[in-house]
T-cell receptor, first 118, second 112 residues
Framework: DTGVSQDPRHKITKRGQNVTFRCDPISEHNRLYWYRQTLGQGPEFLTYFQNEAQLEKSRLLSDRFSAERPKGSFSTLEIQRTEQGDSAMYLC????????????????FGPGTRLTVL | GQQLNQSPQSMFIQEGEDVSMNCTSSSIFNTWLWYKQDPGEGPVLLIALYKAGELTSNGRLTAQFGITRKDSFLNISASIPSDVGIYFCAGPPNFGNEKLTFGTGTRLTIIP
């Protein structure tokens, strides 16, 4: 399977615990994105990387959240001191820059990690 | 921030019926994307639109980029059971900005 993969698919944790999610993008995709999706809503942008550089972070990404992409391949998203409001689906997407006038790469999404904070 | 509003919020149709849904924005978009999301899965890109007025088809799906650049439409003809899911419009808020803003979604249910 050459799509975007995420691990774990489901995570249940107690409030106050730290959690870490992993995303493996499509190989050769140098852009990687994290989104968060709560029930009944569309995905909301959190942050994105081009290679190992984190280029943009949303205001949604509080200081309890940190994302890394150390070698420009897989990425991790860590949430420290989880709160019940962190319960959501965390989606990862990857893309490869395309030339032309579209100005937008096609982002391919993984299956997501569903986090439940008790 | 920018918001994408989708209508209707949900649809209940019979198999074989045609479906129409739309997405409106408070500001101009230069690209419109339509995604479908199945339960427990990530969104899958259906159609991408890059020019105002553009009409693009993908099988039974047809999408249009509104002339005002503030709206887009998705039509599904002759719906089948696998069309069930949530449909999202999305787009980058600024040209060359890669993050996507997603709409509120339209949930499609097929009544047996």
């Amino acid at each position: 399977d050459t799509g975007v993969s995420q691990d774990p698919r489901h995570k249940i944790t107690k409030r106050g615990q730290n959690v870490t999610f992993r995303c493996d993008p499509i190989s050769e995709h140098n852009r990687l994105y994290w989104y968060r999706q709560t029930l009944g809503q569309g995905p909301e942008f959190l942050t994105y990387f081009q290679n190992e550089a984190q280029l943009e972070k949303s205001r949604l990404l509080s200081d309890r959240f940190s994302a890394e992409r150390p070698k420009g391949s897989f990425s991790t998203l860590e949430i420290q001191r989880t709160e019940q409001g962190d319960s959501a689906m965390y989606l990862c997407a990857s893309s490869f820059p395309t030339s032309g006038t579209s100005g937008t790469d096609t982002q391919y999404f993984g299956p997501g990690t569903r986090l439940t904070v008790l | 921030g920018q918001q994408l509003n989708q209508s209707p919020q949900s649809m209940f149709i019979q198999e074989g019926e045609d479906v129409s849904m739309n997405c409106t924005s408070s500001s101009i978009f230069n690209t419109w994307l339509w995604y479908k999301q199945d339960p427990g899965e990530g969104p899958v890109l259906l159609i991408a639109l890059y020019k105002a007025g553009e009409l693009t088809s993908n099988g039974r799906l047809t999408a249009q980029f509104g002339i005002t650049r503030k709206d887009s439409f998705l039509n599904i003809s002759a719906s089948i059971p696998s069309d069930v899911g949530i449909y999202f419009c999305a787009g980058p808020p600024n040209f060359g900005n890669e993050k996507l803003t997603f709409g509120t979604g339209t949930r499609l249910t097929i009544i047996p």
